[in-house]
């Protein structure tokens, strides 16, 4: 935790303006009556979702109680699952509320705040004995007792924690029964976490896991405020310790070692809090490294190079699109990251962040600005505003004008590819790796299109897991921009990149997948220009098939031009009755079709099916389909973001039956680009005057030209 919170106050506007947003917020909370802790348990924060919209359920930290849930679509539901969710939100508030009222004690020295603070801490070291180990946990949970999770617990403790020793570093005394119940509280929470910490890792021989990290993390905190060096150097060392855990649990390429974006962040929050409770006995981990070197230096390199242009963190497997609670912990540790490495790609994902979190221009908002924001805000001006390269608001190297340069990207241990050239607003990020287990999606060679205004066409991460559409939709294939066969999903399985590589000219990727279906190989050619992307998608099935290419834009089709020999219309879909059918854990699901891009007449050439979509910004995408004879093409009605699925998106699916099929588009954002079929199979592409030839060959695609034809 950042020291010096009451200098912020005091030197910076920022600090200022959120020690009075903070202030304000705790009054509002006190005069509502609603600090009081519950003394039931909290249950599982997962099944707080609406069952029809698949969203979310609304919590306000200012209810006292409550027994009936309000969904954002009006919805009111009831329930004891959705009664153990709420409260897993209350604890955790109050837990927040806690460090709340200690940053504003330290900051404002106004006694009443650290009355607050230590009331609802005292008060959690008091009932805590009380809780149950948890009777209604599922079976697969490591069971805590103010939650269904210990991992939960572990993750709200850190908080009380931080609270405790933020209140002690201010001089505040602790009467003698306070002192004896968060004895008490520490002992039950020391003894619990180190029993589960055994389970996971001599039982289960499962110390990679996420879990660990946090259990980790809890203990740290309570050796902390016991003073206790020897167990924590002890759990710093050990099998499944720190460093132990950064060495199983990261990929040498630096990313979390299941392939999602969310339980990345959450893991470098676990270490984060390590660190900062190891630094209290003089140990330094900020600089530590893995035995492949992994250190948390690399893990916010990879999340900057992960990030799209305007900071947004990608989807991946399981994980929030964007929600409140990730946003505040995205803001935290890149406010710690930036103070401790200042590396210059942190800036944009904190801004992100802070939007997220409210403030529309992306400034220091907030409880973690307040604990863990240094120096001048870095969301009082634009990155690279200034007129030449020189150093920004938070002291990092800027770029000029043009902002932060960053390159295309291989991760090989996590099977992730980023493809960016300057001079082009699209960008793209690719899936070819591991599945990523219990947090997989069944997704290889997946596509993630970026605008520089927008992630044109995302993944979509992961609903709550309460909802039946984690394995329904948002976990299959079909709504990953893949292809699928028969419409059933791909088999868990690994991908393969057979090349990457940047030149003058171009970035140029080829993925493999051989394990998705029996006798499949699928191959997707991506090919990046300073003005266009190419996606050239072989599929050899083995046998006939429904071929099933996707495409998932979240912005709708603006215009389209549709070409001579097709027809337009929404009878006669795939399944004859208007419906799309996906074959989900043996039981077929349906999706509407809306309008239909009929089949080429048997005899001819290829035809391009344009579109263009209007970007947020006024850009535009334009995208061309190169329909060969026998293809099809279909706008689905789908479910929307795992934000609010209930808001539907409407899919592209290009279509095939056969043994094989060959899914060529083309995407630009300055001007139309035109695709031709050579007779040859060659693929000739135009784009301001501008013409390429590409050709597979057994060595991957080969470009010829860049001709100009006025």
């Not at 935790?1 to 920022?14: L, N, P, V, Y």
């Not at 617990?153 to 570093?169: H, K």
């Not at 001079?423 to 947090?439: E, K, Q």
Request: proline letters at 5%; a negative charge.
């Amino acid at each position: 935790m950042s020291t010096g919170i009451r200098s912020k106050a005091e030197k910076h506007a920022w600090g200022r303006r959120v020690l009075a947003e903070l202030k304000e917020e705790l009054d509002r909370l006190e005069a509502a009556d609603s600090l009081h802790i519950p003394v039931e348990p909290g249950g599982w924060w997962h099944q707080y979702v609406c069952p029809r919209h698949h969203a979310e359920l609304l919590f306000d930290p200012a209810e006292r109680d409550a027994q009936s849930f309000l969904c954002p679509h009006g919805c009111r539901i009831e329930g004891e699952a959705y009664r153990g969710a709420w409260l897993v939100f209350k604890h955790q508030s109050l837990a927040r509320a806690a460090l709340q009222a200690a940053a504003v004690y330290a900051a404002s020295r106004e006694a009443s705040y650290a009355l607050l603070a230590k009331r609802i801490i005292a008060g959690y070291a008091r009932q805590f004995p009380d809780y149950p180990v948890h009777p209604d946990a599922q079976p697969w949970m490591l069971k805590g007792r103010a939650f269904h999770q210990a991992l939960t617990e572990a993750i709200w403790s850190t908080t009380l924690l931080r609270a405790c020793l933020l209140l002690c570093d201010e001089g505040v005394a602790w009467t003698e029964a306070e002192r004896e119940a968060i004895d008490g509280y520490l002992r039950l929470l020391e003894t619990s976490m180190t029993e589960y910490r055994h389970i996971l890792i001599h039982e289960r021989r499962n110390a990679e896991n996420n879990y660990t990290a946090w259990l980790n993390a809890a203990l740290s905190c309570v050796y902390a405020v016991k003073g206790n060096r020897g167990g924590l150097l002890a759990l710093i060392a050990g099998e499944g310790g720190w460093k132990h855990h950064l060495s199983i649990g990261v990929k040498p390429d630096q990313l979390e070692f299941e392939g999602s974006t969310y339980y990345h962040v959450f893991v470098l929050r676990a270490y984060l809090i390590s660190a900062e409770m190891a630094e209290r006995f003089g140990i330094d981990l900020y600089d530590a490294e893995g035995t492949a070197g992994q250190s948390m230096s690399g893990m916010f390199d990879v999340l900057a190079a992960l990030a799209d242009d305007r900071g947004v963190l990608p989807a991946l497997h399981d994980g929030p699109v964007e929600r409140l609670p990730y946003a505040r912990e995205i803001a935290e540790i890149m406010e710690i990251g930036l103070g401790r490495y200042r590396q210059p790609g942190i800036v944009p994902i904190l801004r992100e962040a802070y939007r997220q979190m409210g403030d529309p221009d992306g400034a220091r908002c907030q409880l973690e600005a307040l604990l863990y924001g240094e120096g001048e805000d870095p969301g009082a001006r634009r990155f690279g505003e200034s007129a030449a390269a020189g150093t920004n608001a938070a002291g990092c190297t800027d770029s000029g004008e043009t902002g932060l340069q960053r390159d295309s990207r291989l991760l090989p241990d996590s099977g992730f590819v980023l493809g960016r050239r300057a001079s082009n607003a699209l960008s793209f990020l690719a899936d070819f790796g591991p599945h990523g287990g219990s947090h997989g999606h069944y997704d290889k060679l997946h596509l993630t299109l970026m605008h520089r205004e927008t992630a044109f066409a995302p993944d979509f991460g992961m609903v709550p897991y309460g909802s039946e559409l984690r394995k329904q939709w948002f976990a299959e294939t079909a709504s990953h921009n893949t292809v699928s066969l028969g419409g059933a999903s791909q088999a868990a399985h690994t991908g393969s990149c057979l090349r990457f590589e940047e030149t003058a000219a171009h970035t140029y990727v080829w993925l493999r997948s051989e394990g998705a279906y029996p006798g499949c190989r699928m191959d997707r050619h991506l090919l990046l220009t300073d003005r266009w992307l190419l996606d050239w998608f072989e599929v050899a099935a083995g046998e006939v098939a429904s071929i099933e290419w996707w495409m998932h834009p979240v912005v709708p089709v603006e215009a389209e031009a549709v070409p001579a020999g097709v027809e337009t219309r929404t009878e006669q879909p795939p399944d004859e009755d208007g419906f799309y059918r996906l074959a989900i854990d043996g039981e077929w699901q349906r999706l509407p079709v809306v309008k239909r891009y009929g089949a080429v007449a048997p005899i001819g050439s290829a035809r391009e099916l344009r579109l263009t979509y209007k970007v947020p910004g006024g850009g535009r995408i334009y995208h061309t389909a190169l329909l060969r004879p026998g293809d099809e093409a279909y706008a689905v009605r789908t479910p929307g973001t795992s934000v609010d699925p209930s808001r539907p998106l409407t899919a592209l699916l290009h279509r095939r039956q056969g043994r094989s099929a060959r899914f060529v588009h083309v995407y630009s954002a300055g001007a139309r680009t035109a695709l031709k079929e050579m007779p040859s199979g060659a693929i000739q592409v135009e784009s301001a005057g501008e013409i390429r030839i590409c050709e597979l060959t057994e060595q991957g695609l080969t470009v010829i030209g860049g001709e100009r034809h006025e």
